[in-house]
């Protein structure tokens, strides 16, 4: 068995970080598999390599120990396995799956309502072709207007993505309709969080994937891209988050929530201790290490509504 911990570079660890990084690391425990620490650096203009070391240093010292990766192994750091993802692309290209899209992120929101209540906007086909010379023509015309390069964009089925979430339990998404045809190469040449995670998660071995229920809805492309590339699929487990008074999900804007404040102020075991009750592990908050609470950790203990953190 094997988790891990895939954080972004992009500023100082907060307080929902941590919460992930601690009950992903306490499920692999628990079971006696491995977790491996992976540095999502994707975004060359937010990432930087002194978060990443930073990052690195509050996780030892929060007890949070990995059995591979880190910024000193290539293999783990994003930034450096572009060859990887350029291979998987090419295979799903050559699986006549792919198309270019000449959509700005303002089109898209110009002319897309959210889906349903949640705000997701859905891409709705606007540059996938149909076979048709009309279409084709329209595409041919609109490549020769556009001033910038495509993004690659990967052609989803109508169909029903289901799955079991080790805590939401079972779901069901349509993967037309709920998430749409989705980026695996944006315009720029960055390579897309979708592409790039699964591909990793599928050659790192990875089995379990512990994260915020905020990315549930990702799995159905995720799963969809384990099949089609030939993977098998790890299994999810997805968290409440932790959000603050007013009701919003924990950020780098919680300035009095990020590890660089909170290190000043509470030892190791009295943050470890605040969100394990959080999680339900303790029936107190009180002091308590990583380690302590290995054999505490059930998923059955943990909340299904989002925890409000004040500062």
Same mark, same amino acid.
């Given at each position: 068995?094997?988790?891990?911990?895939?954080?972004?570079?992009?500023?100082?660890?907060?307080? *929902?970080?941590?919460?992930?990084?601690?009950? /992903?690391?306490? /499920?692999?425990?628990?079971?006696?598999?491995?977790?491996?620490?992976?540095?999502?650096?994707?975004?060359?203009?937010?990432?930087?390599?002194?978060?990443?070391?930073? =990052?690195?240093?509050? =996780?030892?010292?929060?007890?949070?120990?990995?059995?591979?990766?880190?910024?000193?192994?290539?293999?783990?750091?994003?930034?450096?396995? *572009?060859?990887?993802?350029?291979?998987?692309?090419?295979?799903?290209?050559?699986?006549?799956?792919?198309?270019? #899209?000449?959509? /700005?992120?303002?089109?898209?929101?110009?002319?897309?309502?959210?889906?349903?209540?949640?705000?997701?906007?859905?891409?709705?086909?606007?540059?996938?072709?149909?076979?048709?010379?009309?279409?084709?023509?329209?595409?041919?015309?609109?490549?020769?207007? #556009?001033? +910038?390069?495509?993004?690659?964009?990967?052609?989803?089925?109508?169909?029903?993505?289901?799955?079991?979430?080790?805590?939401?339990?079972?779901?069901?998404?349509?993967?037309?309709?709920?998430?749409?045809?989705?980026?695996?190469?944006?315009?720029?040449?960055?390579?897309?969080?979708?592409?790039?995670?699964?591909?990793?998660?599928?050659?790192?071995?990875?089995?379990?994937?512990?994260?915020?229920?905020?990315?549930?809805?990702?799995?159905?492309?995720?799963?969809?891209?384990?099949?089609?590339?030939?993977?098998?699929?790890?299994?999810? *487990? +997805?968290?409440?988050? =932790? #959000?603050?008074?007013?009701?919003?999900?924990?950020?780098?804007?919680?300035? /009095?929530?990020?590890?660089?404040?909170?290190?000043?102020?509470?030892?190791?075991?009295?943050?470890?201790?605040?969100?394990?009750? +959080?999680?339900?592990?303790?029936?107190?908050?009180?002091?308590?290490?990583?380690?302590?609470?290995?054999?505490?950790?059930?998923?059955?203990?943990?909340?299904?509504?989002?925890?409000?953190?004040?500062?």
């Amino acid at each position: 068995m094997t988790g891990r911990f895939a954080p972004s570079p992009t500023g100082r660890m907060h307080l *929902g970080n941590v919460y992930s990084a601690l009950l /992903s690391w306490l /499920s692999a425990r628990s079971q006696g598999g491995n977790w491996l620490l992976r540095i999502e650096d994707l975004d060359p203009q937010r990432s930087h390599r002194e978060f990443a070391e930073q =990052l690195e240093d509050d =996780l030892r010292w929060l007890g949070l120990t990995w059995d591979m990766g880190g910024t000193h192994d290539p293999l783990y750091v994003q930034s450096r396995r *572009g060859h990887f993802y350029e291979e998987h692309l090419e295979l799903l290209q050559q699986k006549g799956l792919t198309y270019p #899209c000449y959509c /700005s992120r303002a089109d898209i929101m110009a002319t897309q309502a959210p889906h349903e209540s949640d705000g997701r906007v859905v891409y709705r086909g606007t540059c996938r072709p149909d076979g048709t010379p009309e279409k084709a023509e329209w595409l041919r015309r609109r490549a020769l207007a #556009c001033p +910038h390069a495509p993004a690659t964009r990967l052609r989803v089925p109508d169909c029903d993505i289901r799955f079991t979430d080790l805590h939401y339990g079972a779901q069901s998404f349509n993967l037309a309709r709920q998430c749409g045809d989705f980026i695996l190469r944006r315009a720029d040449g960055a390579w897309a969080y979708q592409l790039a995670v699964v591909v990793d998660d599928a050659l790192m071995h990875v089995t379990e994937v512990v994260r915020g229920r905020d990315l549930l809805q990702s799995v159905p492309q995720q799963l969809y891209l384990y099949e089609t590339l030939g993977y098998e699929a790890p299994r999810f *487990g +997805h968290l409440p988050l =932790l #959000c603050n008074t007013a009701g919003q999900r924990l950020s780098k804007r919680d300035q /009095s929530l990020h590890m660089g404040i909170l290190r000043q102020s509470f030892r190791a075991e009295e943050i470890i201790g605040r969100l394990a009750h +959080h999680a339900g592990l303790i029936d107190r908050c009180e002091p308590v290490s990583a380690a302590e609470l290995i054999p505490l950790f059930r998923w059955d203990k943990l909340p299904m509504d989002d925890i409000i953190i004040a500062g």
